[in-house]
């Protein structure tokens, strides 16, 4: 299953925003990423589930990863 992933700057470790939600799957792989979450303008705070470090996020740290 593919997701929208973050990278921890403690840590430098990635963990899963949310899953990859697509309206239709080809065999095109950049076709199927869809949209992005939004997040707001001045980012989302987050906490990294592996350090527990709560970092600002922007919207283009939002990479997508199929593992």
Known sequence: MAHWVLLCPQC????NHSEVKSERWTSDAFANLGTKPTFPNDGLL?????????????????RYSSA
């Open 12 to 15: 430098k470790t990635d963990f």
């Open 46 to 62: 987050l906490e990294c589930p592996n350090c527990r470090t709560s970092s600002l996020f922007l919207h283009e740290q939002l």
